[in-house]
């Protein structure tokens, strides 16, 4: 076995990807130096570059990360992919696990457990956070999935995004700094998103987000 496993990261947030840079950076045994925003840079460098392992999110700009897990996979099956994203979606991640990820967790994961699930993918194992591993079992017990929520498909990522810091009671100068955007696209979005969930404030707005998957079509 390697004495040090290579890391990559592909995630379009920057202040994530350099945190978990550092992360990785700092834990003996591990180095990242590969550290990409978009799926594009990623599937033009990895190939050559033939890391261990690659960390990646779901919902990347322009290539999603599924994409490509699917085309290096199926040039070098030895790469190992680990997702790591916001997403508890049922069918992301079975799409996930389905065109090659061996792991999938949430950004929501501790900083240890992390780098605990990246040793466990090197040693053969197929880390998980617990809800997402509660779901697969589940699918496999017949257990009726929970509905999907009709509103994910109306709103955009970067809507969700915008309505994810909106839940945390930020402002909207804290939203615009934290998701790299300007104050007046942040309300560009939130017109839309109110306009989306039928809501004429934040609260109307979360709540009905959050009530959607009780809602017929």
């Not at 591990?30 to 999110?57: H, R, W």
């Not at 040693?123 to 699918?139: H, T």
């Amino acid at each position: 076995m390697k004495n040090t496993l290579n890391i990559c990261i592909v995630e379009d947030s920057d202040d994530y990807r350099i945190a978990l840079q550092e992360m990785i950076n700092t834990t003996p045994g591990f180095t990242c130096t590969l550290a990409y925003g978009n799926g594009e840079s990623a599937l033009k460098k990895i190939p050559d570059q033939m890391p261990d392992i690659v960390l990646v999110d779901i919902g990347l700009p322009g290539i999603s990360g599924l994409e490509l897990i699917r085309t290096i996979k199926a040039k070098i099956p030895k790469i190992q992919f680990m997702v790591l994203t916001v997403s508890e979606e049922g069918n992301k991640i079975f799409d996930a696990l389905k065109v090659g990820a061996s792991g999938y967790l949430l950004k929501s994961t501790p900083p240890k457990k992390i780098i605990e699930a990246i040793q466990d993918l090197a040693n053969g194992g197929a880390p998980m956070s617990r809800k997402i591993a509660r779901l697969v079992v589940a699918s496999f017990q017949g257990v009726p999935a929970i509905p999907e929520n009709p509103y994910d498909k109306i709103l955009t990522k970067r809507e969700k995004d915008v309505l994810q810091e909106l839940s945390k009671g930020l402002l909207y100068k804290n939203i615009a700094a934290e998701l790299n955007i300007s104050i007046e696209t942040v309300k560009s979005h939130c017109h839309n998103i109110y306009a989306k969930l039928h809501a004429t404030t934040r609260t109307e707005a979360i709540n009905n987000y959050k009530n959607g998957n009780q809602k017929s079509s």
